[in-house]
């Protein structure tokens, strides 16, 4: 397996490819986050329902006040402290950013996490933004590793094969309890990243109920 040079993901990416690389514990779908044509793309290979959003991964704690707004500094706590790691913010998005996710901008927030790969992060310090998506049809659980006869990896513009990857926990996921609001802070998703820790840094915050 040879590893592209990072210089030319980022080229591939700049003009609209959708590219299959690793992260913590999967293979995911990525593309440029303001090229809206990708974006489909990339949900039309999952086979996504109509207003599904993609993730959104960036390469520093310091992007998000770009794309991004009304963010607590419990919000930028838990960033600074947790990042780049499995711990997912659902954020406000800036709305003078002329970007759609795949909801049509409808959610009134945006999931932002850092991945901790480091051939990633080089990718992203020069891309800048970028939609994620898992590399299997919706629905379906993770990729640990790539399947040559799949059409999602047979649709793809690059791939990145690291080889096998470890199973692991999901990203754990915080958000505003109150869309428009900045407090208080609720975990909807426990993952990889406890409750203890999470309230260590920010001990008012509260688990989501069903």
């Known amino acids: 397996m040879t590893q592209p040079k990072v210089e030319d993901v980022v080229a591939e990416l700049q003009r609209g490819a959708i590219v299959i690389a690793p992260v913590e514990h999967s293979y995911v779908l990525l593309c440029d986050a303001f090229n809206q044509s990708s974006v489909r793309r990339l949900h039309e290979l999952r086979g996504d329902q109509p ?3 993609a993730q959104v991964i960036v390469g520093s704690v310091a992007t998000l006040t770009g794309i991004t707004q009304g963010n607590s500094e419990a919000m930028l706590a838990l960033a600074k402290t947790f990042w780049p790691g499995l711990l997912t913010l659902n954020l406000q998005p800036n709305p003078a950013l002329n970007w759609d996710l795949g909801d049509g901008a409808a959610l009134g927030e945006i999931a932002v996490r850092i991945p901790k790969q480091e051939f990633l992060l080089k990718v992203l310090n020069l ?3 970028l939609a994620m998506a898992s590399a299997s049809p919706a629905g379906f659980g993770a990729v640990l590793e790539i399947d040559y006869e799949s059409e999602i990896v047979k649709s793809a513009d690059l791939v990145i094969d690291l080889g096998a ?3 692991g926990a999901l990203s754990s996921v915080v958000r505003n309890s109150i869309i428009g609001k900045v407090s208080p802070l609720e975990i909807s998703r426990v993952g990889a990243i406890t409750f203890e820790e999470i ?3 920010v001990p008012e915050i509260t ?4």
């Not at 688990?207 to 069903?210: F, M, N, P």
Request: glycine share 12%.
């Open 51 to 53: 207003g599904i959003a």
């Open 127 to 129: 891309s800048g933004p």
């Open 165 to 167: 990857l470890p199973a």
């Open 199 to 201: 309230a260590a840094l």
């Open 207 to 210: 688990v989501a109920t069903a």
